[in-house]
């Protein structure tokens, strides 16, 4: 499901227009698609290695992955310039079920040589208080207990423990909320933009971004899955620590084009 | 009836027919799934409805679909595990019929062995332990009727009665059974209101570290209460019916079912697949203290070890009510839902 603003559509054309003034006729517009790949550490990881004990992380817990899924919001490619083209979307992104897995930018986009490229992890705080009816009929909802709008991850599955016992962990990334007062407070902002660096397209293009699952459980914050397993959605600390982990889980892979 | 000219040939076509969406799901939740090919019509709505409720498709006449699916149970029966035309009991519990069109993948039957609900219509007729007929007579017997030869003809233009067209119908019939009139929808639009207790039994519903139900069994924002998936809930430590996994081949799935609706619990005991708990409060007792582990467990359901959620026998009776908030005693009671 796509949401699409009208402003995204007006940057789009203000850039093309400026874009195009250094040319002798309008830029061409090119159809532009996003590929999501998972990987542990450079092995790839789809839903055919679900429900098996086959990950390490760098605690040096045995999981499985049992469910993933997230979302990913506003894109945005920025010129040499500083200019930016922003696209005020969303996708789903159902590695269970391997849903959401391509996502094509339903905008047109000028070629050229991009500063950067980045979107957001989850939803920013105005985004994520909108109301969305696919998300709403998948479940992803936070309660408002817990500040409302919807999870950025839900990644489930089970770790052994110290006695070889399967238990379960869901890693749920929502907006950080303390709510053990009569009032929600909010510590500090959870979801966040992932960079992923200069981008030249010039022809119709398929981006892929990676995703290294390692990564949300490594750095900076060395993750036990014995101590932070399950209830992590009521716990800010936690949830903080998602955040600082998440910086270096995605990057830029291979661009078709 | 619609009647489009061209010269003198008047072509009739069935009256198109638009659910009546109700606001609480179309302020929510995505549009219902309505196949291309088996739009709803005025006349494929009655057809379904008075073969839903016709004993004609069991071998032996004694049994119709609302047999074990009846109106007063939200369309479901009051037995553990339903029973057949023979008499024979089957082994899953009959699940209710309500807000079908709104299951976006389109698996039905506790274990997803049906892939759209014409499909689902077709399996009931032949199996032995439910209307123990088969097709070829049941068409027959809808051909030579002095009544259905024309009533298939009004729905679908076809002189031939088929099984595919009496699923259809039945499928068409059973996608207009909505229900979203409970205490709690009038509540969500701010024409009702809930006791403290209810209140306190929707955040117990709501809470990860207390009831943590919302993960699979929807939110305010999901009025449908149910994710449409496939869980093992932690029932048997040692899985006897494979349900899900019986239907995929994949061991993963083993001990699966679908997620059935909150709604209407109050007419719908007994529960779980096999109808193993008489009363609300034994189900919440296993989520609070019975859980068994077994390989498959869904990640979801924590605290296994301890058996569950550990709810206070007070947290217990605040939940039962809100769950009995979503009673709608308006869908069992709609006429056009009678026989």
């Known amino acids: 499901m796509k949401r699409i603003l009208v402003y995204a559509l007006m940057a789009l054309l203000g850039f093309t227009a400026c874009d195009a003034s250094n040319n002798d006729g309008p830029s061409p517009s090119l159809n532009t698609s996003f590929k999501f790949t998972h990987n542990w550490d450079d092995e790839d990881v789809s839903n055919v290695d679900f429900n098996t004990f086959q990950f390490t992380n760098e605690n040096g817990d045995v999981l499985s992955i049992e469910r993933l ?7 945005v490619f920025t010129g040499t ?10 996708n789903l992104i159902d590695v269970t079920n391997s849903e959401g897995l391509v996502y094509d930018l339903p905008f047109f986009i000028p070629p050229g040589n991009y500063a950067n490229m980045a979107f957001t992890f989850g939803f920013d705080n105005e985004d994520n208080a909108q109301n969305y009816l696919d998300l709403n009929a998948a479940s992803f909802n936070v309660p408002e207990s817990l500040g409302g709008g919807y999870h950025y991850m839900q990644f489930d599955g089970k770790y052994l423990d110290v006695n070889d016992e399967a238990k379960p962990f869901n890693y749920h990334a929502i907006r950080a909320v303390d709510n053990t007062g009569t009032d929600l407070v909010f510590p500090q902002d959870t979801f966040f933009t992932v960079n992923l660096g200069p981008i030249s397209i010039s022809a119709d293009a398929v981006i892929e971004v990676k995703a290294n699952l390692a990564e949300w459980f490594r750095n900076p914050n060395t993750w036990n899955l014995n101590e932070l397993n399950t209830v992590l959605m ?24 | 009836m619609v009647f489009s000219c061209s010269g003198e040939d008047a072509v009739y076509e069935p009256v198109p027919l638009s659910l009546d969406i109700p606001a609480i799901f179309s302020n929510t939740i995505i549009a219902p799934v309505i196949p291309s090919d088996n739009p709803l019509t005025v006349q494929g709505v009655d057809l379904g409805k ?9 071998g032996d006449g004694t049994q119709s679909c609302a047999s074990c699916h009846a109106p007063e149970k939200a369309f479901a029966d009051n037995l553990s ?14 699940m209710p019929l309500f807000n079908l069109a709104w299951n976006y993948n389109e698996r039905f039957n506790w274990d997803g062995s049906a892939l759209s609900l014409e499909r689902q219509a077709l399996e009931p007729v032949e199996n032995p332990i439910e209307l123990h007929s088969n097709w070829t007579e049941v068409v027959q017997r809808l051909q030579n009727h002095p009544d259905y030869p024309e009533l298939f003809r009004l729905a679908f233009n076809s002189d031939a009665v088929t099984k595919e067209l009496t699923t259809m119908a039945i499928a068409q019939f059973e996608r207009t059974l909505i229900s979203a009139n409970s205490k709690f929808d009038r509540f969500t639009l701010g024409e009702a209101n809930l006791t403290a207790q209810e209140l306190n039994g929707l955040d117990i519903f709501l809470r990860e570290d207390k009831g943590d139900c919302f993960h699979c069994h929807g939110n305010p924002y999901n009025p449908l209460w149910t994710d449409n998936e496939f869980h093992n809930n932690g029932l048997d430590a040692t899985i006897t019916d494979l349900g899900l996994g019986a239907i995929t081949g994949d061991p993963n799935d083993n001990g699966k079912f679908r997620t059935p609706s909150l709604r209407n619990l109050a007419f719908t005991a007994p529960y779980m697949h096999d109808g193993r708990f008489a009363t609300l409060d034994e189900v919440i007792d296993f989520y609070s203290e019975g859980l068994q582990n077994s390989p498959t467990i869904d990640p979801l359901m924590k605290n296994i070890d301890q058996g569950g959620v550990q709810l206070s026998e007070s947290d217990k009776a605040d939940l039962k009510a809100f769950l009995l908030t979503l009673t709608d005693n308006s869908f069992i009671n709609n006429f056009n839902f009678q026989n």
């Open chain 1, 69 to 75: 899924r997230y979302v990913i919001s506003d894109i």
């Open chain 1, 81 to 90: 310039s500083g200019e930016q083209l922003r696209f005020n979307i969303y």
């Open chain 1, 234 to 257: 009521p716990n800010p600390e936690a949830q903080i620590k998602m955040y600082e982990n998440g910086q270096t889980v995605f990057s830029l892979g291979q661009i078709v084009q």
């Open chain 2, 50 to 58: 008075r073969l839903f409720f016709d004993p004609i498709l069991s």
């Open chain 2, 81 to 94: 595990l339903s029973i057949g035309s023979d008499g024979l009991s089957g082994t899953r519990n009959a």
